[in-house]
Nanobody, 123 residues
Framework: QVQLVESGGGLVQAGGSLRLSCAAS????????MGWFRQAPGKEREFVAA????????DYADAVKGRFTISRDNAKNTMYLQMNSLKPEDTAVYVC????????????????WGQGTQVTVSS
């Protein structure tokens, strides 16, 4: 029973930056591993990044490694995705998700999903 709401998407030129936020309802945010996924028209949903309950472990897709940074602030019930050096290929709807634990997150077995926020990178 966790509600996730993304924000921070928008239109940006190639090479620019955006920071996405994922706000979670309730008081149990710190008990969940969290992740970001993205989906572009005509493509399957793609894993982007994941973070453990206390933020001590992170994982990134090769396509975004070195450019994106995932973080969380458990006191604010919020997860973030800092996106730098954006490319047109990054254009997609970005969705945040919550998993019961790190092992499930590693297996992409997420229990709760947000509605997504649109990121458009122009050339």
């Amino acid at each position: 029973q966790v509600q996730l709401v993304e924000s921070g998407g928008g239109l940006v030129q190639a090479g620019g930056s955006l920071r996405l936020s994922c706000a979670a309802s309730g008081r149990t945010f710190s008990r969940y591993a969290m992740g970001w996924f993205r989906q572009a028209p005509g493509k399957e949903r793609e894993f982007v990044a994941a973070i453990s309950r206390n933020g001590g472990i992170t994982d990134y897709a090769d396509a975004v490694k070195g450019r994106f940074t995932i973080s969380r602030d458990n006191a604010k019930n919020t997860m973030y995705l800092q996106m730098n050096s954006l490319k047109p290929e990054d254009t997609a709807v970005y969705v945040c998700a919550a998993a019961r634990d790190w092992l499930l997150a590693q297996s992409h077995e997420y229990e709760y999903w947000g509605q997504g926020t649109q990121v458009t990178v122009s050339s």
